[in-house]
């Protein structure tokens, strides 16, 4: 059975930072990995996603200021810098065995949510 660990939340201040990490176990090797992100009140959101070839696409809103990297075949990271107020969200970390449109909802696994609070 796949499952997605995701660690590295918290509370900092905006400005600060904070790194986000997954891991995949499980028995298959994934194409993309990647994260959405949802706020009180709003739809889940693309963030960023990371391929096997280490190629990666950003949200604009993101762009700059977050980078996703990959450990490997099951491990992905997430690293926020220069957070904002409206940073704040449960980031969630998704993982697809085939291509699938990376800002799609579409996706074959999900993490459990790790809460990213910015105060101002």
């Known amino acids: 059975q796949v499952q997605l660990a995701e660690s590295g939340g918290g509370l900092v201040q905006a400005g600060g930072s904070l790194r986000l990490s997954c891991v995949m176990s499980?028995?298959?090797?994934?194409?993309?990995m990647g994260w959405f992100r949802q706020a009180p009140g709003n739809e889940r959101e693309f963030v960023a996603n990371i391929v096997w070839d280490y190629s990666s696409v950003y949200a604009d809103n993101v762009k700059g200021r977050f980078t996703i990297a990959r450990d490997g075949a099951l491990k992905a990271s997430l690293q926020l810098d220069n957070l904002k107020s409206e940073d704040t969200a449960v980031y969630y970390c998704?993982?697809?065995?085939?291509?699938?449109?990376?800002?799609?909802?579409?996706?074959?696994?999900w993490g459990q949510g790790t809460q990213v609070t910015v105060s101002s």
């Open positions: 499980g028995p298959f090797n994934n194409y993309q």
């Open positions: 998704f993982a697809d065995r085939t291509a699938q449109i990376p800002s799609g909802a579409n996706h074959d696994y």
